[in-house]
T-cell receptor
C-alpha cells in the first residue's frame, strides 16, 4: 500500500522567512496530494491540494510543487507569520471511482519565531 | 467551521466497553470518512462511506464498525475497548472539486479509555 514520508518533523523559522516541508510517496498510482494544517486541539484544515496532472499550484503565500518522477511533493510558505505556527500534514491518495484513502505523513511542527 | 459536526466532543469510558461516535456531513456531501489520530500512529484512515455504502477501507480493526444512514449521518462503533484505542476520532466529508474529492474534517471526538 501507499506510504508517505514527511520531513522535517520540526521546523523553526524567523517571522518573514520562508518554510519548506517535503514529502515522498511510494505508490505511483497516487494522483491527489492535499496539505492540512492542524492547530493544537483543532481539526485538520485543508490549506491547498494538487493533482498529479499539475506541477505547481499557488494560493497567496502558500505553494505546492509536485515531482511525479521522483515521487515527491513540497509545501512552501513565504513571508511566514506567527499564525502559521501549527502542525502541517501532507497526504497522498489514488482516487478510484469515488474511493479515496488518504495516507498521511507523520506531520511537521512549524514554529514561527517573532 | 467546516460544516461537519461530530458528537460527543469528549468520551471517557472503561476497557471492555462499547461506544458510538456520531458524524453529520456538510449539506450535500455524500461521502463520509473516519480517521483515528493518536500520538504514536498519526492520522490513520479507517473507512469511507458513500451514500450509504462502504466505498473504501483502511486499517480498521474488527472491533470497530461503521455505517451511514439514509439521512447521510454516520456512526462509528468501537467495541471491546482497549487502552490503546484512546485517541482523537475525526470524521470528514467531501465535495467534488477540480476533478477530485476535497475532504473537510469535523472537530473530532476525544476518546479516553481508562
Amino acid at each position: 500500500g501507499e506510504n508517505v514520508e514527511q520531513h522535517p518533523s520540526t521546523l523553526s523559522v524567523q517571522e518573514g522567512d520562508s518554510a519548506v516541508i517535503k514529502c515522498t510517496y511510494s505508490d505511483s498510482a497516487s494522483n491527489y496530494f492535499p496539505w492540512y494544517k492542524q492547530e493544537l486541539g483543532k481539526r485538520p484544515q485543508l490549506i491547498i491540494d494538487i493533482r498529479s496532472n499539475v506541477g505547481e499550484k499557488k494560493d497567496q503565500r502558500i505553494a505546492v510543487t509536485l515531482n511525479k518522477t521522483a515521487k515527491h511533493f513540497s509545501l512552501h510558505i513565504t513571508e511566514t507569520q506567527p499564525e502559521d505556527s501549527a502542525v502541517y500534514f501532507c497526504a497522498a491518495s489514488s482516487d478510484h471511482q469515488g474511493a479515496q484513502k488518504l495516507v498521511f505523513g507523520q506531520g511537521t511542527r512549524l514554529t514561527i519565531n517573532p | 467551521d467546516s460544516g461537519v459536526t461530530q458528537t460527543p466532543k469528549h468520551l471517557i469510558t472503561a476497557t471492555g466497553q462499547r461506544v458510538t461516535l456520531r458524524c453529520s456531513p456538510r449539506s450535500g456531501d455524500l461521502s463520509v470518512y473516519w480517521y483515528q489520530q493518536s500520538l504514536d500512529q498519526g492520522l490513520q484512515f479507517l473507512i469511507q462511506y458513500y451514500n450509504g455504502e462502504e466505498r473504501a477501507k483502511g486499517n480498521i480493526l474488527e472491533r470497530f464498525s461503521a455505517q451511514q444512514f439514509p439521512d447521510l449521518h454516520s456512526e462509528l462503533n468501537l467495541s471491546s475497548l482497549e487502552l490503546g484505542d484512546s485517541a482523537l476520532y475525526f470524521c470528514a466529508s467531501s465535495v467534488y472539486s477540480g476533478g477530485t474529492y476535497e475532504q473537510y474534517f469535523g472537530p473530532g471526538t476525544r476518546l479516553t479509555v481508562t
